[in-house]
């Protein structure tokens, strides 16, 4: 069994920050990219940002210059530094991991239960 446990979110004021973070943990061999990604109501869900193994990050356009990405290998967790936050930034954020459960597995995505992140005056 792999389990992500996200935690951090919350409300906060336009222009405030937070921070997620998303402990991997389980029958892990080897973490691959991991990633949050996030679901506004009514809307689809959307890439925030991923970073692989390496360090490596790709960002949302709307998301560059506001949100960080950086992962710790060594306590198999992601987080998400979310600054000036927006209204709009408004919405249930999930983690994902590509992971494999031990040398002889296939990579498999894993998701989180999800985290609410409420910008409200």
């Known amino acids: 069994q792999v389990q992500l446990m996200e935690s951090g979110g919350g409300l906060v004021q336009p222009g405030g920050s937070l921070r997620l973070s998303c402990a991997a943990s389980?029958?892990?061999?080897?973490?691959?990219?991991m990633g949050w990604y996030r679901q506004a109501p009514g809307q689809e869900r959307e890439l925030v940002a991923t970073?692989?193994?390496?360090?490596?990050?790709n960002y949302a356009n709307s998301m560059k210059g506001r949100f960080t990405i950086s992962r710790d290998n060594a306590k198999n967790t992601v987080y998400l530094q979310m600054n000036s936050l927006k209204p709009e930034d408004t919405a249930v954020y999930y983690c994902?991991?590509?992971?494999?459960?031990?040398?002889?597995?296939?990579?498999?995505?894993?998701w989180g239960q999800g985290t609410q992140v409420t910008v409200s005056s």
């Open positions: 970073i692989t193994g390496g360090g490596d990050t």
């Open positions: 389980g029958s892990i061999f080897r973490i691959y990219a």
């Open positions: 994902n991991a590509r992971i494999i459960r031990s040398k002889y597995d296939t990579e498999n995505d894993y």
